[in-house]
């Protein structure tokens, strides 16, 4: 009997940590892959904050959950140099996979499909 309520309970502890797309709606996130290593991410529910930590450009976007594990990002102020290209464009973003605090996501538009990768860095 103890054995079995000691598995229980060290089966419930390991699946109550199992992260889910919710987990990664807001956050402080950062790119695994080395051309986009340099921006650092900062999500809250309906914004995300991308800052170029090389160059001080600083991109913000609105977010539009669509589900727990899909989003739209319309990027809603950019700097003047940037308006004409990138003012208004959209982002779809899906999270595919949850590994720890990493996720992969398919993210489609401004004329690219890509899978990126992240890691949530602080909440």
């Known amino acids: 009997m103890r054995l079995a309520l000691f598995l229980f309970a060290i089966t419930t502890m390991v699946f109550s940590q199992e992260k889910k797309c919710v987990d990664?709606?807001?956050?402080?996130f950062s790119y695994i892959n080395p051309v986009y290593k340099r921006y650092k991410v900062v999500r809250k529910e309906n914004v995300q904050i991308e800052t170029d930590t090389v160059t001080g450009i600083v991109l913000e976007g609105a977010i539009e959950w669509?589900?727990?594990c899909e989003y739209v990002l319309t990027y809603v102020k950019v700097p003047d140099n940037a308006k004409n290209g990138i003012l208004g464009q959209k982002i779809n973003v899906q999270i595919n996979n949850i590994t720890g605090n990493k996720i992969l996501c398919r993210s489609e538009g401004l004329g690219f499909k890509k899978d990126i990768e992240m890691i949530k860095i602080d909440n």
């Open 66 to 68: 669509k589900s727990d």
């Open 24 to 28: 990664f709606k807001t956050g402080v």
